[in-house]
């Protein structure tokens, strides 16, 4: 055993043997642990029934557990990958869960309760977790500084894209002469956003950018307390956990709606709340932790990073893998969803702008967030 007494070494870990020889941490072990638990107990649940309850919420866990364990390894390559791809990739696999749950609830017709995650993953994200680290970081360090460059960039980044999410939905609610060709009109927006992401990748990955992103992936390391994992391991358990995550996810979306019946929640407060912040677990501990950690810039990126690549990969990719799975899915969306997802986006802007931030401002984030989750309670 090294130095830290929580970590696992193995036998020839104090032989001089390299960095990589090393097993796992105790933290490492405990999350293995749990997302063995829960997963295998999910397929059970699933399998034998248990109530209406208790499927849901033992498969929800799993999925925020298996999302955690992908962030985890991802961070784990980051010195074979490079900072500036390994940042592309956690943002990327982070979002996996909620990817496969939005799979397959277009594979069981729960078109209203996709397009409510669509909307939620951005609204937890800028709200509610920005809303918390802003809280958290105000009330134990005061006034907080931050990159107003890099905050702005990404905020800009947010709002075109959640613009052009906008597209499909304002030429059927104006009922222009596109009206009535909103599938054409998302399969072209989808595409548009794949290829902005496509274009935005070199600048992401380039060494002049790798710099500030392995900042944030030192921070985050920092921040969960972990040591770097052998590659073969962190390969492995990523694919293991990809997997486990399409078992799970596949559960969840089956246990959803007789959750929903039995406490009466509509299917898009739901994906608004429920499948949200189910798929975005990574995002919203780390972000959190960074900011008490007095890491104002890592937490703005690890947060704000997220519900932008929900904008310019996950939505268009649902869009396009709905075909496959036997559903058809568009980009239009209610009146309520749309006005939630542009003041979203408007708000982080203008709370970015600055480049600081306070619990004040948190707590205003927070309150937005709850008054506008509660107007979706009824449907």
Known sequence: M?????????????????????????????????????????????????????????SAVALALLAT??????????????????????????????LFVCIFALRAGLYDVVRA??????????????????????????????????????????????????????????????????????????????????????????????????????????????????????IGLLAAAGVS????????????????DAVHISPTFAGLVIVAIAGNAVENVVGIQLALRNQADYALSVILQSPLQVALVVAPVLVLAAPLVGATFTLVLSPLLLAALLISALVTFIVVFDGESTWFEGTTLIGLYVLLAAGFWWG
């Not at 960095?19 to 999910?42: E, I, K, M, Y």
């Not at 222009?176 to 989808?190: Q, R, W």
């Not at 995550?245 to 929903?260: C, D, G």
């Open 117 to 234: 995650a669509i909307v939620g993953s951005v609204l937890s994200n800028v709200l509610l977790v920005l809303g918390l680290a802003f809280v958290a970081g105000g009330l134990k360090h005061g006034r907080q500084k931050f990159s107003t460059e890099r905050s702005r960039t990404l905020a800009l980044m947010l709002v075109l894209a959640v613009f052009a999410l906008a597209v499909p939905t304002l030429t059927d609610a104006l009922h222009t002469p596109a009206a009535g060709h909103e599938g054409a009109l998302s399969v072209v927006t989808a595409v548009v956003l794949l290829v902005l992401f496509g274009v935005s990748l070199p600048a992401a990955v380039a060494k002049d950018g790798q710099e500030p992103e392995k900042r944030v992936r030192h921070a985050t390391a920092q921040a969960a307390n972990v040591e770097q994992w052998p590659l073969a391991l962190a």
């Open 69 to 98: 364990l992908v962030g985890r390894a991802v961070d784990a390559l980051g010195d074979r990958l490079g900072a500036g791809a390994t940042g592309v990739v956690q943002s990327a696999l982070g979002n996996l869960p909620e």
């Open 2 to 58: 090294n130095a830290r007494g929580s970590e696992v070494s193995s036998p020839t870990a104090d032989s001089g043997s390299p960095p990589g020889s090393r097993v796992l941490a105790a933290r490492d072990l405990r999350l293995l642990t749990a997302c063995g638990v829960f997963t295998v107990g999910a397929g059970v649940l699933a399998t034998v029934g248990a109530g209406p309850l208790l499927p849901f919420a033992v």
């Open 245 to 260: 995550a399409a078992f799970v996810s596949e559960w969840f979306v089956a246990a959803l709606t007789p959750a929903m």
